[in-house]
T-cell receptor
Framework: DAKTTQPTSMDCAEGRAANLPCNHS???????VYWYRQIHSQGPQYIIH???NNETNEMASLIITEDRKSSTLILPHATLRDTAVYYC?????????????FGPGTRLSVLP | DADVTQTPRNRITKTGKRIMLECSQT?????MYWYRQDPGLGLRLIYY???????NKGEISDGYSVSRQAQAKFSLSLESAIPNQTALYFC?????????????FGPGTRLLVL
């Protein structure tokens, strides 16, 4: 079962920052927060993950609250190609062989 | 991700036929996975492999089999295809980076069983 809740959909203007929230109030101490996205039936694409510290890479930033009960994925300058379903997943760090549980996700529409 | 490729990308077959879906990777990862995705549902794990010749069942392995003869290749077979196996199939590879496993997915194979 999904351990996360996300808004069903969001809109964002092209060029603006897209902030996608995720609640994971039952997260355990050894569970990471992962973000993936899926663009129109393509393979899910890894974006970023973190444990408790904020993380940044070339695609996005991940902000995790101090109590770790929620997080926000930030796409700093959204483009039309960022239109996709974004999945927030909570998972034990070294849990090989267990699937990533993809819930319904947030459908982000980047508008021109 | 071009490092994980799947063939074919689309396949139409008939009930009762045996078909094979292929996955290849150039990432050098030991771990490989097969998932299926149905409309409106998340991904469900079919089989996974930690190394060559290592095979493990996922949550929905019935009706499927796999083969891992080389590190770079992981094949999924439907022994006798049935219509409810119509789905989008994804292969994935993974690596542990000292800060959690990250899975990388292929582009998918769209399968239609008539």
């Amino acid at each position: 079962d999904a351990k996360t809740t996300q808004p069903t959909s969001m809109d964002c203007a092209e060029g603006r920052a897209a902030n996608l929230p995720c609640n994971h109030s039952t997260i355990s101490g050894n569970e990471y927060v992962y973000w993936y996205r899926q663009i129109h039936s393509q393979g899910p694409q890894y974006i970023i993950h973190g444990l408790k510290n904020n993380e940044t890479n070339e695609m996005a930033s991940l902000i995790i609250t101090e109590d770790r009960k929620s997080s926000t994925l930030i796409l700093p300058h959204a483009t039309l190609r960022d239109t996709a379903v974004y999945y927030c997943i909570v998972r034990v760090a070294e849990n090989y062989g267990q699937n990533f549980v993809f819930g319904p996700g947030t459908r982000l529409s980047v508008l021109p | 991700d071009a490092d994980v490729t799947q063939t074919p990308r689309n396949r139409i077959t008939k009930t009762g036929k045996r078909i094979m879906l292929e996955c290849s990777q150039t990432k050098g990862h030991d771990r490989m996975y097969w998932y299926r995705q149905d409309p409106g549902l998340g991904l469900r794990l079919i089989y996974y492999s930690f190394d060559v010749k290592d095979i493990n069942k996922g949550e929905i392995s019935d009706g499927y089999s796999v083969s891992r003869q080389a590190q770079a290749k992981f094949s999924l077979s439907l022994e006798s295809a049935i219509p409810n196996q119509t789905a989008l199939y994804f292969c994935a590879t993974s690596v542990g980076q000292g800060k959690g496993e990250t899975q990388y997915f292929g582009p998918g194979t769209r399968l239609l069983v008539l």
